[in-house]
């Protein structure tokens, strides 16, 4: 697992403000926007948008505010046209960040891009440097004080998960972003609630910086999570239990 992945499960466990919310919304209508727009705007015959679907309904968007997104996509309403773009990155201590960005205005994201990665000391790499160290995987977390280790891995097991974990009272299913739907689809059918559900980009081998190291680097990380323009934003920063963001 990233650890950055783990701490971004942490802070959802924890409750998102309704600013982080509606910047979460924000986020996934841009996304099925753009899937609708490469792929047609039936999910059945797009992967893409099928994903990003899943992932708005399982973070609880209304579905008008789904099917908005798809029509704007498709055309049928008018919208939006957002290009993407990939950074790398490396945080302060040598931490590999990788960076999707969903833009109306490639100019201005590079530019905040470049300008959050200066100020808090880290640098923009190579192409092919950072995305090398990283895998996509699937994600599905649960409540941990809901359901037990045990009930989850039975059923993510059958479903055809390949590994479950608990971290800081949250249950993460792991599978290939093949398998990825039919293992959300298939706890969704045994009644699991889930928290959150997504592809993402997994690190390889983690790194482990000090105390302050860590701080750092994780100031960083959400700072660029923090602009509009980004998307996503991957680490293979190794994230201690308990870690507590300043």
């Given at each position: 697992?990233s650890?950055?992945?783990?701490?971004?499960?942490i802070?959802?466990?924890?409750?998102?403000?309704?600013?982080?919310?509606g910047?979460?919304?924000?986020?996934?209508?841009?996304?099925?926007?753009?899937?609708?727009?490469?792929?047609?705007?039936?999910?059945?015959?797009?992967?893409?948008?099928?994903?990003?679907?899943?992932?708005?309904?399982?973070?609880?968007?209304?579905?008008?505010?789904?099917?908005?997104?798809?029509?704007?996509?498709?055309?049928?309403?008018?919208?939006?046209?957002?290009?993407e773009l990939?950074?790398?990155?490396?945080?302060?201590?040598?931490?590999?960040?990788?960076?999707?960005?969903?833009?109306?205005?490639k100019?201005?994201?590079?530019?905040?891009?470049?300008?959050?990665?200066?100020?808090?000391?880290g640098?923009?790499?190579?192409?092919?440097?950072?995305?090398?160290?990283?895998?996509?995987?699937?994600?599905?977390?649960?409540?941990?004080e809901?359901?037990?280790?045990?009930?989850?891995?039975?059923?993510?097991?059958?479903g055809?998960?390949?590994?479950?974990?608990l971290?800081?009272?949250?249950?993460?299913?792991?599978?290939?972003?093949?398998d990825?739907?039919?293992?959300a689809d298939?706890?969704?059918?045994?009644?699991?609630?889930?928290?959150?559900?997504?592809?993402?980009?997994?690190?390889?081998?983690?790194?482990?910086?000090?105390?302050?190291?860590?701080?750092?680097?994780?100031?960083?990380?959400?700072?660029?999570?923090?602009?509009?323009?980004?998307?996503n934003?991957?680490?293979?920063?190794?994230?201690?239990?308990?870690?507590?963001?300043?």
């Amino acid at each position: 697992m990233s650890g950055h992945s783990k701490w971004a499960t942490i802070k959802h466990a924890k409750g998102a403000a309704d600013a982080k919310r509606g910047q979460m919304f924000t986020k996934l209508i841009k996304e099925i926007s753009i899937a609708a727009r490469m792929g047609g705007g039936n999910p059945e015959g797009n992967p893409r948008l099928r994903t990003a679907v899943l992932k708005a309904r399982v973070a609880n968007m209304p579905k008008d505010n789904i099917d908005r997104a798809i029509k704007k996509g498709t055309g049928e309403l008018e919208g939006v046209n957002y290009e993407e773009l990939t950074y790398e990155a490396y945080a302060p201590g040598g931490v590999a960040v990788l960076i999707e960005v969903l833009t109306d205005n490639k100019n201005r994201a590079a530019a905040d891009v470049r300008n959050i990665l200066t100020r808090a000391g880290g640098q923009l790499a190579t192409a092919g440097s950072v995305s090398r160290l990283f895998r996509r995987q699937g994600i599905i977390t649960l409540d941990g004080e809901k359901y037990t280790e045990d009930q989850v891995m039975e059923a993510a097991i059958e479903g055809g998960a390949e590994d479950v974990a608990l971290l800081d009272g949250v249950i993460e299913v792991i599978t290939s972003p093949e398998d990825f739907e039919a293992v959300a689809d298939f706890l969704s059918e045994k009644s699991f609630e889930t928290m959150s559900a997504e592809i993402s980009m997994v690190a390889d081998v983690e790194v482990a910086l000090d105390g302050e190291g860590t701080s750092k680097a994780a100031r960083l990380i959400e700072k660029l999570e923090e602009n509009d323009d980004v998307q996503n934003v991957y680490s293979n920063l190794e994230i201690p239990e308990g870690f507590e963001a300043e």
